[in-house]
């Protein structure tokens, strides 16, 4: 079974700061993905940004890259030029490539709020 | 298509009664999913479809649960004789296919009295 772990309850930051979300995981599997997803107050959960095990490069979607060091089994999330729209719930969570089931295992999540 | 649609979007319910909830995953989207979300917890994986076929059911899923996918299409989730710990948000996700993006409804939240 796979675990997801993030230290970080909530973290407040000023727009336009750059700020990073923790994560670590533990898994036996050498096939996987990573994700971070953002769940803004009663709205639905969207992606964010997605690793794949298997590539080094750490994955960049615009603000948001990672930082994924497969060794240590950590997965962080670098948002840069923070905005007000980031506020929101973060979870990062597993996925197991291949080989059927494939549910989400997310961690209990971060709660970032950008201060104007 | 505008994505995945949960309905109702809240429900309240006394405790010892059954509710049931309904997941329109995206059309195409064969493979789809139930999870629960507690207060200040993360999601956590219920039960899995491919087409109509449920393949994965989570230790979290008591008897008291039950999951359909009838002809591949929508999903209705079943909970009878619901409890107070049954309390939280069911959140439902479709996946074209393996290895591409999980796309997640609004969720119902459930408050049992």
């Known amino acids: 079974a796979q675990t997801v772990t993030q230290s970080q309850p909530e973290m407040s930051v000023q727009e336009a700061e750059t700020v990073t979300l923790s994560c670590t995981y533990d898994?036996?599997?050498?096939?996987?993905?990573l994700f971070w997803y953002k769940q803004p107050p009663s709205r639905q959960m969207i992606l964010v940004i997605r690793?794949?095990?298997?590539?080094?490069q750490n994955a960049t979607e615009n603000r948001f890259s990672v930082n994924f060091q497969k060794a240590a089994k950590s997965f962080s999330l670098k948002i840069s030029d923070s905005q007000l729209g980031d506020t929101a719930m973060y979870f990062c969570?597993?996925?197991?490539?291949?080989?059927?089931?494939?549910?989400?295992?997310f961690g209990k999540g971060t709660h970032l709020i950008i201060q104007p | 298509d505008t994505g995945v649609s949960q309905d109702p979007r809240h429900k309240i319910t006394k405790r010892g009664q059954n509710v049931t909830f309904r997941c329109d995953p995206i059309?195409?989207?064969?493979?789809l999913y139930w999870y629960r979300q507690t207060l200040g917890q993360g999601p956590e994986f219920l039960t899995y479809?491919?087409?109509?076929?449920?393949?994965?059911k989570s230790r979290l899923l008591s008897d008291r649960f039950s999951a359909e996918r009838p002809k591949g299409s929508f999903s209705t989730l079943e909970i009878q004789r619901t409890e107070q710990g049954d309390s939280a948000m069911y959140l439902c996700a479709s996946r074209y296919r393996e290895n591409t993006e999980a796309f997640f409804g609004q969720g119902t939240r459930l408050t049992v009295v």
């Open positions: 479809f491919q087409n109509e076929a449920q393949l994965e």
């Open positions: 969570a597993f996925m197991k490539r291949g080989g059927g089931a494939d549910g989400l295992t």
């Open positions: 059309s195409e989207h064969n493979r």
């Open positions: 690793q794949e095990a298997y590539k080094q």
């Open positions: 898994t036996s599997e050498n096939n996987y993905y």
